[in-house]
């Protein structure tokens, strides 16, 4: 129907433009006719305007002839006009049929109308509800605000309800005293589980009710005579029991660590004391402190008594220093065995008493060694001692802080009021010993142990020792110190004329000497003391002067050198043995020792090649300042020297190299010199060879008679002594 409407537009257009065209055909013969009638002026209704032709008409048309029923009628040749009457008709038709089908359904209209009637009445009865609804629901939220009110207030009376009833239960369970704590603090012994637990509850109540006392509650007057009563009860109960502990330290032959080890299980009831009856707590400390102090006094100085019953019988003296002549005391200095007495200057094996596991070794118990007849020194005496000071020490501070809850101050008050008698005897024994020793290596090694002692208390963590270490540490160095000066003035003072017969061999001071500074070296390493290297540098200068003043007695130089070699061999030799290679005392003795061995290989070369020594010294003089001229008069000289050197060689050497054995008591010292005393021969001979390479004697013929430096180097080889 679109397209049948189409096509009637498209066809009335095209009528209604042919009909113009008529009537401009019709018309135009009488505009040419007149020519004196003025167009007719229609302005916007003029439809014969190219304006109107243009804007309208050709839209139209152009629009119209893109329809496919158009372009189809136009091909098949259609009249328009008649298709356009035949469309106009259809349209009649299409109307008429409409109508009555309208006409037909009026009664169905008339019903949805009825409908929509109704259905308007239902809806604005909903929108009435509605309305209603809405003010109800305005009122509900104004008392639901209300309620919300209500329900915050209700809230806050309850939490404040909850916290009075929290308040009042802690304040009525710390109040109430329950039959079970009754019945165990008068009932049960003070040894049963139930009873420490039962009295720290009635620990805590005593202070619940001293606490609301002091905030004034009536509630406390209730309660106060019960727990008063059952507080006096556990502190009788507690009182007995603590006693009965201390006492059994009393007993003979008891060892007093099992019951104190016992009462660190129940340090609670000294913190009951301490909180409750602070009098009885009092009794109870002085009480331990009284019989402690006694129990430690005792034995200490029992075990002290018998211990030094084990030490060496035979000590050393206010004589017996390093200077002292051999034959100032017969057989001091021999070899006595060491069941009997000490070593003096000699460190052996005393050194081990400082190494760790000899440090913390079991301590000596006397009556075994005087069964078994064994002796110590001194040092090993003072570290059983000490040992013992240092573990009891330790484990009582540490008892003492845990059982009576003290730390700081108060602890180290509490451990002196204890320990404080016992530690004082010990000082007065130990200045009182250190009197008459003379005995630097002992004096020395009881400071080390002590520092090591001091470090082994400070990893424990026990500082109430500290003051003790240093008091006996100022009772040993000053010993130590004036003992070293008396050996270091002995030797000092000492006259090598007094000695008696004297040989090259080591002397037996430097011997005592070298092993004396060695033990000390050796002592000092692990833990340096610069005021120790002091003094045995002042006694290394005395000794070295004593060895001059020794050497000084001898005639020759030669004798001279072999002791002087000998002694510093000697003193070397056993500090290498104890001392680092890089030790001042070893590169002493080592400068010494080179220097000394140089000046008697030349004077061991002097005899026998003196004179080859001496015309090489003045020709190399001569060929250095440009005078080797000069050598043309020493022909004769050289020939002679030739000769000399290749008829006696072998018997010098020979000579000389048993000369050296002879003179020197170490076997490898000898060798060493003896190989030095080759080498030097050799580069001798060697600048001889060169000096007579110059021009000015290289035809003299007793060259012909010089040994071969190799063939000399190869023989000097087989006279080198293996050992």
Not at 315 to 331: F, I, S
Not at 361 to 390: C, D, K, M, N, W
């Amino acid at each position: 129907m679109a397209a049948a409407a189409t096509m009637a537009a498209a066809a009335r257009e095209l009528v209604l433009r042919a009909g113009v065209s008529d009537m401009d055909e019709e018309e135009g013969p009488l505009e040419g006719g007149s020519g004196l009638q003025e167009p007719l002026q229609l302005g916007e209704l003029d439809i014969t305007s190219d304006e109107f032709i243009l804007d309208e008409v050709d839209v139209h048309i152009q629009a119209n002839l893109e329809d496919e029923l158009v372009k189809e009628a136009l091909k098949t040749g259609v009249d328009l006009r008649h298709y356009s009457k035949q469309v106009e008709l259809e349209l009649q038709q299409i109307e008429q049929k409409s109508i009555r089908d309208y006409i037909q359904e009026s009664e169905n209209i008339a019903s949805l109308h009825n409908q929509i009637t109704a259905c308007d009445a239902v809806l604005e009865r909903m929108e009435q509800m509605l309305g209603a609804f809405q003010s109800d629901l305005s009122s509900i939220s104004s008392e639901i605000r209300t309620l919300q009110e209500q329900s915050g207030a209700m809230n806050i009376r309850l939490r404040n309800r909850q916290a009075v009833r929290g308040k009042l239960g802690e304040l009525v369970d710390g109040l109430v005293v329950p039959s079970a704590l009754v019945t165990a603090i008068l009932e049960a012994p003070v040894t049963e589980p139930r009873f420490l637990e039962q009295l720290q509850e009635l620990d805590a109540k005593a202070a619940a009710v001293r606490e609301q006392e002091a905030r004034g509650t009536a509630a406390c007057a209730d309660v106060r005579g019960v727990l008063d009563r059952l507080r006096i009860k556990a502190v009788t109960k507690i009182r007995e029991f603590i006693l009965q502990k201390i006492y059994s330290f009393r007993k003979p032959m008891t060892n007093y660590q099992i019951p104190q080890t016992a009462l660190l299980k129940y340090r609670f009831f000294y913190q009951f004391l301490l909180g409750n009856e602070r009098a009885t707590a009092k009794e109870i400390r002085d009480e331990y402190v009284e019989t402690l102090s006694k129990i430690y006094l005792s034995y200490y100085r029992s075990y002290l008594g018998r211990l030094m019953k084990v030490q060496y019988e035979e000590v050393a003296e206010k004589d017996d220093l390093m200077g002292v002549e051999d034959t100032a005391k017969k057989g001091f200095f021999s070899k006595p065995s060491l069941r009997s007495r000490n070593t003096i200057f000699t460190l052996g094996t005393r050194g081990s008493v400082i190494s760790p596991t000899e440090l913390e070794a079991p301590i000596l118990v006397p009556h075994t060694a005087q069964r078994g007849e064994q002796r110590y020194p001194f040092e090993a005496l003072f570290r059983s001692q000490h040992y013992a000071l240092l573990d009891n020490s330790c484990r009582e501070y540490l008892f003492i802080c845990e059982f009576f809850v003290v730390s700081g101050s108060a602890a180290h008050d509490l451990f002196h009021a204890v320990m404080g008698r016992t530690l004082s005897m010990t000082l007065k024994h130990l200045e009182s010993y250190l009197t008459d020793c003379y005995d630097a290596i002992a004096v020395f090694l009881c400071i080390h142990i002590v520092l090591r002692f001091r470090n082994i208390a400070a990893k424990r963590d026990v500082p109430a020792l500290d003051r003790y270490w240093e008091q006996v540490l100022t009772l040993l160095w000053p010993r130590f110190e004036l003992i070293l000066e008396m050996n270091v003035q002995s030797v000092r003072s000492t006259d090598p004329q007094r000695l008696g017969g004297l040989d090259t061999r080591p002397h037996y001071i430097t011997r005592r000497y070298a092993e004396f500074s060695s033990a000390l070296v050796s002592i000092n390493q692990t833990i340096p003391n610069e005021r120790t290297m002091q003094l045995l540098g002042q006694l290394q200068v005395e000794v070295e002067n004593f060895v001059l003043r020794v050497a000084a007695e001898f005639s020759s130089r030669k004798e001279q050198l072999v002791f002087l070699i000998n002694n510093y061999d000697m003193m070397l030799g056993v500090l290498m043995e104890r001392a680092a290679d890089d030790s001042k005392e070893v590169e002493s003795f080592q400068q010494l020792l080179n220097a000394r061995t140089q000046e008697f290989i030349e004077e061991l070369l002097s005899p026998p090649f003196g004179g080859l020594v001496a015309f090489v010294k003045e020709a190399e003089a001569l060929i250095e300042r440009g005078q080797a001229e000069r050598l043309r008069g020493e022909e004769a000289r050289v020939t002679q020297l030739i000769r000399g050197f290749g008829s006696s060689w072998k018997s010098s050497v020979e000579s000389l190299s048993q000369d050296v054995m002879r003179s020197f008591t170490n076997f490898k010292n000898g060798t060493s010199i003896i190989q030095g005393a080759l080498t030097q021969l050799i580069q001798l001979y060697h600048r001889f060879h060169r000096v007579l390479s110059q021009p000015q004697l290289r035809a003299l013929p007793a060259r012909a008679e010089l040994i071969n430096i190799h063939h000399l180097m190869v023989e000097l080889k087989k006279h080198k002594p293996n050992f």
